[in-house]
């Protein structure tokens, strides 16, 4: 396999239509701009737009450093309305939040190549107590009723909604890790400044609060266990935002199995990795006995996402086949 791609190129290749640039520094205006509920009054709360997101504080309200925050994922047709109910229920009930800033950045947040860690965050909370972090789950989950959203990797699910949690940063702090600085949480046991783990899998820092209405959403996510019949998973051969591309075994057969997150993973076409993955079945089957492609040999569904059971079959992978013929190389 060729090197991961880093999540960074999308993102300073998107900004502006010719020049390879900073996200929010493109020659070009931004694009269908996110703005909260216009029927509230915004003139007591702060407002700062970065590269990314658009910020809003209560002025007379204090954050901590850290905490549990909050996301709301959504889909692009939805994004507009989600922002509107989120942030009339923020002003209400003064809590500071964040969006992503435009269309244009939630596209590159929840494309094929986006960062897992972070793809499908449209919108963080950021409740300042443990009472006013249940209220806000609780109120939101009946508030975003209807709306639909990615499975945020790096957070545990509220119920079935569209909302996710992390225990982390909520102010810009920083700490030096292998000569670079990162985003860091203080160890409440030491003081000192800590990395802040961001990675696509749910992580709590071993000296964290755990209320008690959070232990059976975090029990629930580490119950999940694999559909009957599942392929038994011997390695990994991709990963990307879209779902994972393992190498697997179905009664000692090899087979590859490739997974296909809902909602995640979008073409500039409008589909997402279901319908992608969907339409290659279909493909696929038409040409079974034709051309020797891989014949889809089963699909499973969990926790909404799907995954196809294709045949493995040993060859050259399109990088290593474009490597070899390139006239760069000498061949």
């Keep these: 396999m060729g090197s991961p791609v880093n999540q960074m190129h999308a993102a300073f290749a998107g900004a502006d239509p010719v020049f390879y640039e900073r996200p929010g ?3 070009g205006e931004s694009t269908g701009r996110f703005g909260p509920d216009s029927e509230r009054d915004w003139s007591s709360w ?3 737009t970065d590269d990314h997101w658009t ?8 954050l901590p450093e850290q905490g549990w925050k909050v996301h709301v994922s959504t889909v692009p047709a939805q994004a507009h309305d989600v922002l509107r109910r989120v942030s009339a229920y923020c002003h209400s009930s003064q809590l500071t939040f964040k969006h992503l800033r435009d269309e244009p950045t939630l596209g590159r947040a929840m494309s094929k190549d986006a960062d897992r860690a972070s793809a ?9 107590t443990d009472a006013e972090l249940h209220d806000c789950l609780v109120d939101l989950e009946t508030v975003l009723i209807g709306t639909v959203g990615p499975y945020v990797l790096s957070d545990v699910r509220w119920n079935e909604s569209s909302l996710y949690l992390r225990y982390g940063g909520f102010r810009r702090l920083s700490v030096v890790k292998d000569g670079m600085p990162v985003p860091a949480i203080r160890d409440l046991r030491s003081g000192e400044l800590v990395p802040d783990v961001r990675a696509p899998g749910f992580y709590v820092p071993p000296w964290a609060h755990i209320t008690e209405f959070l232990r059976p959403q975090i029990r629930r996510r580490h119950d999940i266990a694999p559909p009957e019949g599942f392929p038994q998973i011997l390695g990994v051969l991709h990963h990307s935002n879209a779902g994972g591309v393992y ?8 087979v590859v199995l490739k997974e296909a997150r809902p909602h995640s993973g979008w073409t500039p076409d409008g589909r997402d990795a279901v319908d992608r993955l969907f339409d290659e079945r279909r493909t696929l ?9 891989p014949r889809p040999l089963g699909t499973f569904s969990s926790e909404g996402h799907h995954f196809l059971v294709l045949d493995h079959i040993e060859g050259t992978s399109l990088v290593e086949a474009v490597i070899h013929c390139n006239p760069a190389g000498g061949r």
């Design 46 to 48: 702060a407002q700062v």
């Design 285 to 293: 089957a038409s040409l079974s006995g034709a051309v020797n492609v």
């Design 120 to 128: 499908g965050k449209f919108i963080a909370i950021f409740p300042a």
């Design 247 to 254: 190498l697997a075994e179905v009664d000692e057969t090899r």
């Design 25 to 27: 520094q493109g020659g």
């Design 55 to 62: 910020h809003w504080h209560p002025l007379r309200r204090d």
